[in-house]
């Protein structure tokens, strides 16, 4: 199968600081990427659908000024929590469609962030 | 509107038990359906999904799951349960085969005894 990365796997910061977490499609191109979030024992939830080239699409409820999401070009979408708060702490996962190659998505190994 | 409700948040066997993990959808289109694992602080790796072609799906891993349209149902079941089947699983539906914009139940984590 299409294997996705995230980068940085696991970031602490300090309350008020801006964190970038990148998801790459390594060996397929990808049109459309898709970033979510988990809390500890619950289930995924779609924040927001990043398409190349377009502005993202975000889920109801999610701040698209506190969470930037850039998808520059076909095999990186990038997402910043920008002046990041203890309650921004969370499992952050991203997939990625191969919809050319295999019709359906793939996920990267997640992103854990927690701000103090 | 779509949703996915998981019986059982946690659900205990012995190994070589059988593993039966419960699911059920609501959809107002004809829906298509999957089960992802999920291991300890790592994404999600799709297990199988239903895409109208057949109504007994295999997984990889041993796992298969049954699709029953009047019981609204997609149980995900495997005859004999390893240590190495310890994770959370999920069930989600889309309104497409791709899985886009994927709706997800609350997980059912899956611990297995020796």
């Known amino acids: 199968g299409a294997v996705v990365s995230q980068h940085p796997s696991r970031v602490i910061c300090k309350s008020g600081t801006s964190v970038k977490i990148e998801c790459r499609s390594l060996?397929?191109?990808?049109?459309?990427m898709f970033w979510y979030r988990q809390f500890p024992k619950q289930s995924l939830m779609l924040m927001a659908t990043?398409?190349?080239?377009?502005?993202?699409?975000?889920e109801q409820g999610v701040e698209k000024d506190k969470f930037l999401i850039n998808h520059a070009s076909l095999t990186l979408s990038t997402l910043t929590v920008t002046s990041a708060h203890p309650e921004d702490s969370s499992f952050y996962i991203c997939s990625a469609l191969a919809g050319a190659l295999y019709n359906e998505q793939f996920f990267g190994p997640g992103t854990r962030l927690t701000v103090l | 509107a779509q949703s996915v409700t998981q019986l059982g948040s946690h659900v205990s066997v012995s190994e070589g038990a059988l593993v039966l993990l419960r699911c059920n959808y609501s959809?107002?289109?004809?829906?298509?359906l999957f089960w992802y694992v999920q291991y300890p602080n790592q994404g999600l790796q799709l297990l199988l999904k239903?895409?109208?072609?057949?109504?007994l799906v295999k997984g990889i891993n041993g796992f298969e799951a049954e699709f029953k349209k009047s019981e609204t149902s997609f149980h995900l079941t495997k005859p004999s349960a390893h240590m190495s089947d310890a994770a959370e699983y999920f069930c989600?539906?889309?309104?497409?085969?791709?899985?886009?914009?994927?709706?997800f139940g609350k997980g059912t984590t899956l611990s297995v005894s020796s």
């Open positions: 990043s398409n190349e080239g377009s502005k993202a699409t975000y």
């Open positions: 060996d397929f191109q990808a049109t459309t």
């Open positions: 239903y895409t109208s072609a057949a109504t």
């Open positions: 959809s107002s289109v004809p829906p298509y």
């Open positions: 989600a539906v889309s309104e497409n085969q791709a899985g886009t914009a994927l709706i």
